[in-house]
Nanobody
Framework: HVQLVESGGSSVNTGGSLRLSCEVYAYNVRTMAWYRQAPEQAREGIAAIWTGEFNVNSGKTSYADSVQGRFTITYDKEKSTLFLQMNMLKPEDTAVYFC????????????????????WGQGTQVTVS
């Protein structure tokens, strides 16, 4: 059984920063990701990280072009928590943000593929104005 609990969503001014957290209650998760969905838009994969250990790809990250250089995904193994540090926020970053988990190890474009993730959190709202 996998449970993901997001937190940290808030309203922030353009140019500001925010950090999202996702507590992970699971075993055998090897890849985690952040997705977002703006009103009337499809869900978009924005960042992923290989959280599994003892693999050449451990720690590898993938980012969508829309957030590259502004957002950073990290995973704290000791706290079993996934983070998304968001800097230089723009109004177009306004969305509900979800964390997702997969038991497969994923890198690159595959890591941002929604169909790869069977486990999802409930979402947290980020509003930039």
């Amino acid at each position: 059984h996998v449970q993901l609990v997001e937190s940290g969503g808030s309203s922030v001014n353009t140019g500001g920063s925010l950090r999202l957290s996702c507590e992970v209650y699971a075993y055998n998760v090897r890849t985690m990701a952040w997705y977002r969905q703006a009103p009337e838009q499809a869900r978009e994969g924005i960042a992923a990280i290989w959280t599994g250990e003892f693999n050449v790809n451990s720690g590898k990250t993938s980012y969508a072009d829309s957030v590259q250089g502004r957002f950073t995904i990290t995973y704290d193994k000791e706290k079993s928590t996934l983070f998304l540090q968001m800097n230089m926020l723009k109004p177009e970053d306004t969305a509900v943000y979800f964390c997702a988990a997969a038991v497969r190890g994923l890198v690159g474009a595959q890591a941002l593929g929604e169909r790869e993730y069977p486990y999802w959190g409930q979402g947290t709202q980020v509003t930039v104005s």
